[in-house]
């Protein structure tokens, strides 16, 4: 084989380097920053000195309450919103599917959330969720419902920001199922309706198991996002709930690294770096899921020789 | 279940994809719908089957108006150019799925299911799914579900197009197998002559959405009712050089004479078509043709000639040789020779 000249041969790495560049500081450095934190005893941000390296933070954290707290209120506030509003989408991108009235007024509808800033339209679910002034409490009113605290101190206020983190990924959510169901072959519909099918059978036995990869897409993408749950609760709450009942893992980050004087830098990368291993974890495991979804449809050929 | 078709117009916008279409299809025979695409004819199916209402006509299934009768009412089966199978169903869901849509019994639906599939002879792949079988057991697999509602007529949209060569003569007559077992009637759509010649029992012949022509595939082939139906049939193309009619005497552009004769046209310009097996060797002849090339055929060849500035093609016994550049004297038999309007494409002869 002739060499190639050697300004010829790293041609293509110059091509990448900007991309490898921004990679490597901006997401490579802070990772392997993160973890290596989380190891160091006494650690002092400014100054770089440690006293020691060990499981010392992971201990510690693991004996906190207020992580323990905040763990549980990540994993209960990602089971309740991403089924939830995984369910929501599936119905409405399939109804905005439909060739129906109005359809570019609710296709407006359901995507504007993404376009609002959170912070404002957090905001005005604020007064939304107000017990006395609020619509919601009217609303419950008007069927005989008795009114709820949704921002006090009370269970009410967990059930607020599950609606508003709801309301938050649904329109990302029904985008991407949107681009699922554009994805199934119309065939499929005119042969079920050939041989009779109604629109629920049509639903459940032909839309949902063809759209399942995308769902199985979106629910991988939710619960990442879920996990990191955080901002949400500035404008509902201007902190994690009513006396840290709403700690989430993120905010807990955010707290032993911004708030807490001082700092505690070993806890909050600890926490990170438990967060990391969780998402990644769920991920590894959704991967699994799909994996054996394909399996199960015989797309990956590997069965094609059985009798 | 006889099928009577009147007047059938169907305009899309400003464009008339069928237009006054009239046929009437016997119980128990396999129509096919054939034309180049384009024709009309996935538009007459679709109407067929409920998919598209007509703009103007009827349509009688029996003595039934099912002109605007909705597809699952009308008791069709229908099989898709990409079959349509649910990847996510087993072969046998999936020719379970129209019965389940019925609310047939389960035990019942799975007992049908598993006839129709030894029927078209997948009973031994029920438990796959689409994705693991060849584009023939899937075509099957479409059959079996398409048939297994009993369906009063059978349509199939371009079933063959997907599958390579020896496949599509292989369940071309399975299809016809299976017709003919279930004694459905059928309705086949393609742009395929040779798939239409093989398997049906009456053809229906369709040019930019009107009928040319509907009759048995070989009375369409020996007596085409006008150009377009000589030109689209048959393997080679049928030849065709312009001529022109002089006292009775069909005249090539070279001013020799074809030694057709046709009375009442004098002076009109006509295509003389033959069939390539209606060329004769005759060395007497006073029309000549020049010899281009030879292909063996096997017991026969086929030799290309220019005749009149235009190539045409003839079969030969292989014990004949003619070299490149002959003059070679040639006439025509009785029958495979006609004669169309140059512009209407009307049949004189």
Redesign the interface.
């Known amino acids: 084989m002739i060499k190639r000249p050697f300004f010829e041969r790293i041609k293509p790495l110059l091509y990448l380097l900007p991309f490898i560049i921004s990679v490597v500081i901006f997401t490579l450095y802070p990772i392997v920053n993160v973890i290596r934190m989380s190891f160091l005893e006494g650690y002092k941000y400014l100054t770089g000195a440690y006293t020691g390296v060990g499981l010392e933070n992971y201990q510690k954290v693991f004996a906190d309450p207020y992580f323990r707290q905040a763990l549980g209120n990540t994993f209960k506030y990602v089971l309740c919103v991403v089924p939830i509003s995984t369910a929501i989408a599936v119905v409405l991108a399939n109804l905005l599917n439909q060739k129906i009235k109005f359809q570019a007024f609710f296709q407006t509808a359901y995507f504007l959330p993404m376009v609002t800033s959170s912070l404002a339209v957090g905001l005005a679910w604020r007064f939304m969720f107000n017990d006395k002034i609020g619509i919601l409490n009217y609303i419950l009113g008007l069927i005989g419902l008795e009114p709820v605290n949704w921002l006090g101190q009370s269970s009410g206020n967990f059930m607020a920001v599950v609606v508003f983190g709801i309301w938050s990924i649904l329109p990302n959510t029904i985008i991407l199922l949107l681009s699922g169901l554009q994805n199934i072959?119309p065939?499929?519909y005119?042969?079920?309706?050939?041989?009779?099918?109604k629109t629920l059978?049509i639903f459940f036995?032909?839309t949902v198991?063809?759209l399942?990869p995308t769902i199985m897409l979106v629910i991988i993408i939710n619960s990442i996002n879920t996990f990191k749950m955080y901002h949400e609760l500035f404008p509902l709450f201007s902190g994690p709930g009513v006396a840290y009942n709403l700690f989430t893992v993120v905010y807990y980050i955010y707290y032993e690294f911004r708030v807490l004087t001082p700092p505690k830098y070993g806890l909050a990368s600890a926490a990170a770096v438990m967060l990391l291993i969780t998402v990644f974890g769920f991920t590894m495991l959704q991967r699994a899921v799909q994996a054996w979804a394909r399996r199960?449809?015989?797309?990956d050929?590997k069965?094609?020789k059985?009798? | 279940m006889k099928i009577r078709l009147e007047n059938i117009v169907k305009r899309f916008r400003d464009n008339t994809a069928v237009d006054h279409f009239s046929a009437e299809i016997e119980s128990g025979e396999l129509v096919t719908l054939l034309g180049p695409s384009g024709c009309g004819k996935s538009t007459m199916l679709n109407m067929l089957?409920?998919?598209l209402y007509p703009t103007e006509g009827k349509i009688y299934f029996d003595e039934d108006d099912v002109t605007f009768v909705s597809?699952?009412?009308r008791g069709?089966g229908?099989v898709?150019q990409?079959y349509?199978l649910?990847?996510?169903?087993t072969v046998l869901e999936n020719i379970c799925?129209?019965l389940e849509?019925?609310k047939v019994p389960k035990a019942e639906r799975i007992e049908k299911a598993k006839k129709m599939a030894e029927l078209v002879h997948v009973d031994?792949m029920l438990n796959?799914?689409?994705?693991?079988l060849s584009g023939g057991q899937q075509q099957r697999v479409a059959i079996a579900r398409a048939l297994v509602?009993e369906p009063r007529l059978l349509l199939l949209d371009e079933p063959l197009s997907n599958l390579d060569a020896r496949l599509r003569i292989e369940m071309r007559e399975e299809i016809r197998r299976i017709q003919l077992e279930t004694g459905v009637t059928t309705i086949f759509v393609t742009h395929d002559q040779e798939e239409a010649m093989s398997i049906s029992d009456h053809i229906i012949l369709m040019k930019l959405g009107v009928l040319q022509q509907f009759d048995k595939p070989q009375y369409l082939y020996d007596q085409p009712a006008n150009c377009f139906v000589a030109d689209f049939l048959g393997n080679p193309p049928i030849n065709k050089v312009e001529a022109v009619v002089k006292n009775g005497k069909v005249i090539l552009a070279d001013g020799s004479d074809s030694g057709v004769r046709l009375e009442g046209h004098d002076d009109q310009k006509v295509w003389l078509s033959f069939r390539s097996e209606s060329v004769l060797y005759e060395p007497d002849s006073q029309l000549k043709a020049t010899a281009i090339m030879t292909s063996v055929m096997g017991k026969e060849k086929i030799t290309a000639f220019d005749l009149a500035g235009k190539e045409v093609r003839g079969y030969f016994d292989s014990s004949l040789d003619f070299e490149r550049g002959q003059e070679v004297g040639i006439g025509f038999k009785k029958t495979g020779v006609f004669v169309f309007d140059y512009e209407s494409g009307e049949r004189y002869l």
């Not at chain 1, 005119?190 to 099918?197: E, H, I, L, Q, R």
């Not at chain 1, 199960?296 to 797309?299: I, L």
């Not at chain 2, 649910?86 to 169903?89: I, K, N, V």
């Not at chain 2, 796959?128 to 693991?132: C, H, L, M, S, V």
């Open positions: 072959d065939m499929y005119t042969a079920a309706k050939v041989d009779g099918a059978r036995r032909i198991p063809l399942a199960e449809r015989g797309e050929g069965d094609k059985r009798k | 089957s409920g998919i597809s699952e009412k069709i229908l898709f990409n349509a649910y990847p996510h169903m799925f129209p849509i019925k031994t796959r799914k689409p994705g693991q509602k």
